[in-house]
């Protein structure tokens, strides 16, 4: 039987100290649910977690990514963030994605990529499906994007709708970019997932480094063909 954590010392919340369960209003979760640069961590001690509070890791860094970073699936739902963006030149045009994934606020792996031609709102929906996938297990992922199409799109049901009425708005017009949505979907239905809005170019670390990524991307020469788009 795997071995969980008892402790989760939370060095930068409402409320910092050591606590003895994640989920409900005593718990770790209430004190950094949605804190901008939020500290914590689960362990498996009490003695564990005060050593790690009196000199708690830096909530966001560039650290080399790391080769299988997550072994067990006890891991807190908050533990797991996700930073997606995309963007296309002159849209469409070239463009490309970036993703930042961090566990215990520590950035475990960057993803990158592009098309010679695409649209942003296509980069913005591949950034979350390349983060989402690269967990093959069932994991509890909070997911920030500043695309309203997607988050709007996976939180008032559009995306569904549109797939129950293959894949029509309610005007009767086609959805677009349903490949894309189909695969975003399914993820959705296979983690937890909770989504979340960021606004974009506004100081937030994930977001900005996303951004970076996938201008980067978006401005390399030889990107291949982007099958998916019309």
């Known amino acids: 039987m795997a071995k969980t954590k008892k402790f989760y010392a939370v060095a930068k919340g409402l ?19 949605g804190i901008q640069g939020a500290r914590y961590k689960g362990f498996y001690t009490r003695k564990e977690a005060e050593e790690w509070l009196e000199k708690p890791e830096v909530t966001f860094s560039r650290s080399a990514p790391q080769k299988n970073p997550i072994q067990s699936s006890s891991a807190p739902e908050a533990d797991i963030e996700i930073y997606t963006d995309g963007s296309a030149l002159n849209n469409p045009g070239p463009g ?7 566990h215990n606020g520590r950035t475990i792996q960057e993803l990158s990529g592009g098309y010679r031609r695409t649209t942003n709102n296509r980069m913005e929906l591949l950034a979350c499906i ?24 996976i939180t008032k049901g559009w995306a569904k709708n549109w797939r129950k009425k293959g894949w029509k708005k309610s005007n009767g017009e086609n959805a677009l970019n349903p490949d894309l949505w189909e695969k975003l ?9 909770d989504f979340r809005w960021v606004k974009g170019h506004a100081g937030n670390p994930g977001n900005e480094r996303c ?3 996938a201008n980067n991307e978006a401005a390399r020469t030889g990107l291949p063909v982007d099958q998916g788009y019309s």
Request: hydrophobic share 40%; net charge negative.
């Open 185 to 193: 979907l399914s993820l959705v239905e296979f983690h937890h997932v």
């Open 130 to 153: 390349m983060g989402l996938s690269y967990f093959k297990e069932k994991k509890s992922i909070t997911l920030y994007s500043d695309s309203k199409y997607v988050i709007d799109g």
């Open 96 to 102: 490309g994605y970036g993703v930042v994934i961090q």
């Open 15 to 33: 409320k910092p100290g050591i606590y003895q369960t994640w989920f409900g209003a005593e718990g770790a979760e209430v004190q950094v649910k």
């Open 211 to 213: 951004d970076i990524l």
